[in-house]
């Protein structure tokens, strides 16, 4: 669960994921990884058939529950990571909640009037049909910028950290 306070006037102006899109890819290996003990287990009783007789057949479903559970833990952990990678744009900061293992988080933030250039990348015809992109912020005085990776509507998210960083500096 993402836990974060605001300052007393600021607001929560977006709340950013990576593109839906992406984490269906994770969802295929998944479906792959899924149906492979299965579809061993048809291939391997049709070239021998008494091949499955009860202790064999008790080995394999010890070793594909074992294999299932590993599929389910690493699906898991594909999963926070895609839900816990946050990025919330406020009319006073950015921040970035990284979620690097399943104990292991980085939290980052900066002032929206410390940003310089703000930039979208928009590569390939994928990424251009459902108008996803990397977002790359660099403030002042700091060598790393922020990156928003794989982030939808990439030009609109541009446009409004533009929009706030002009509201932020004329505000001061």
Same mark, same amino acid.
């Given at each position: 669960?993402?836990?974060?306070?605001?300052?007393?006037?600021?607001? /929560?102006?977006?709340?950013?994921?990576?593109?839906?899109? =992406? $984490? #269906?890819?994770?969802? +295929? *290996?998944?479906?792959?990884?899924?149906?492979?003990?299965?579809?061993?287990?048809?291939?391997?009783?049709?070239?021998?058939?008494?091949?499955?007789?009860?202790?064999?057949?008790?080995?394999?479903?010890?070793?594909?529950?074992?294999?299932?559970?590993?599929? /389910?833990?690493?699906?898991?952990?594909?999963?926070?990571? =895609? $839900? #816990?990678?946050?990025? +919330? *744009?406020?009319?006073?900061?950015?921040?970035?909640?990284?979620?690097?293992?399943?104990?292991?988080?980085?939290?980052?933030?900066?002032?929206?009037?410390?940003?310089?250039?703000?930039?979208?990348?928009?590569?390939?015809?994928?990424?251009?049909?459902?108008?996803?992109?990397?977002?790359?912020?660099?403030?002042?005085?700091?060598?790393?910028?922020?990156?928003?990776?794989?982030?939808?509507?990439?030009?609109?998210?541009?446009?409004?950290?533009?929009?706030?960083?002009?509201?932020?500096?004329?505000?001061?």
């Amino acid at each position: 669960m993402l836990n974060f306070t605001l300052n007393p006037d600021e607001k /929560l102006i977006m709340l950013i994921r990576k593109h839906r899109i =992406y $984490y #269906l890819k994770h969802s +295929l *290996v998944l479906f792959f990884l899924f149906s492979l003990p299965i579809a061993i287990y048809f291939a391997l009783n049709s070239f021998f058939e008494d091949l499955f007789n009860s202790e064999i057949f008790t080995i394999y479903i010890i070793i594909s529950a074992t294999y299932y559970l590993t599929v /389910l833990f690493f699906s898991l952990l594909s999963w926070m990571n =895609y $839900y #816990l990678d946050v990025w +919330l *744009v406020t009319n006073e900061r950015i921040i970035e909640y990284e979620q690097k293992s399943p104990f292991h988080r980085e939290t980052s933030e900066l002032m929206l009037e410390s940003i310089e250039d703000v930039s979208a990348k928009v590569e390939g015809i994928f990424p251009s049909l459902i108008k996803s992109g990397n977002i790359y912020v660099q403030t002042a005085g700091q060598a790393e910028r922020f990156i928003f990776t794989d982030a939808p509507n990439a030009e609109e998210i541009k446009e409004t950290i533009i929009r706030l960083t002009h509201q932020s500096t004329h505000q001061k």
